[in-house]
T-cell receptor
């Protein structure tokens, strides 16, 4: 079992919809990252958080340390948000462990 | 543009070739990373350099040899690779380990 599980694996939405991507992990962590990978392969770091909630534009990331769970929300989704969203956690060894990603497609 | 530049973007090599991947960051960061992303698999961390010293090597075969000549440049030297080494190789940098990492666009490597 992967230490980091993401759901759903694939998500299709209509433009304007509110989107939620979930990440659950099984180890104690010091930080959790959300990354966005575009079809060409390039990766953009969206958030790094260790508690609470962070917001950047239409993106919101939350984490519940007790439940070992994080969510990434996208409000007013747009086709340009189509990408693979990856959750990664940093444990005691300082090594980042990655989830398999959630492929999001937003249709116009 | 994230400030992390990788070259080449695409590379095709035979199993007996020697090639190098290059990563350059213009962000003043002091930690750099090599990742491998194979098809349908999560990202895998290969190497971590902090202050130009290798601080992590995650059981990577010796046919991959990293080099960090200064804090702005990171290389991955490749020799006698196998077809299963075909993947996207991503470089990242951060200001200190454990902080937000900034990724390059990656080098897509095909080993024939």
């Amino acid at each position: 079992k992967n230490e980091v599980e993401q759901s759903p694996q694939n998500l299709t939405a209509q433009e304007g919809e509110f989107i939620t991507i979930n990440c659950s992990y099984s180890v104690g962590i010091s930080a959790l990252h959300w990354l966005q990978q575009h079809p060409g392969g390039g990766i953009v770091s969206l958030f790094m958080l260790s508690s609470g909630k962070k917001k950047h534009g239409r993106l919101i990331a939350t984490i519940n340390i007790q439940e070992k769970h994080s969510s990434l929300h996208i409000t007013a989704s747009h086709p340009r948000d189509s990408a693979v969203y990856i959750c990664a956690v940093k444990g005691g060894s300082e090594k980042l462990v990655f989830g398999k990603g959630t492929k999001l497609t937003v249709n116009p | 543009e994230t400030g992390v530049t990788q070259t080449p973007r695409h590379l095709v090599m035979g199993m007996t070739n020697k090639k190098s991947l290059k990563c350059e960051q213009h962000l003043g960061h002091n930690a750099m990373y090599w990742y491998k992303q194979s098809a349908k698999k999560p990202l895998e961390l290969m190497f971590v350099y902090s202050l130009e010293e290798r601080v992590e090597n995650n059981s990577v075969p010796s046919r991959f040899s990293p080099e960090c000549p200064n804090s702005s440049h990171l290389f991955l030297h490749l020799h006698t690779l196998q077809p299963e080494d075909s993947a996207l190789y991503l470089c990242a940098s951060s200001q200190d380990r454990g902080t937000l990492q900034y990724f390059g666009a990656g080098t897509r490597l095909s080993v024939l």
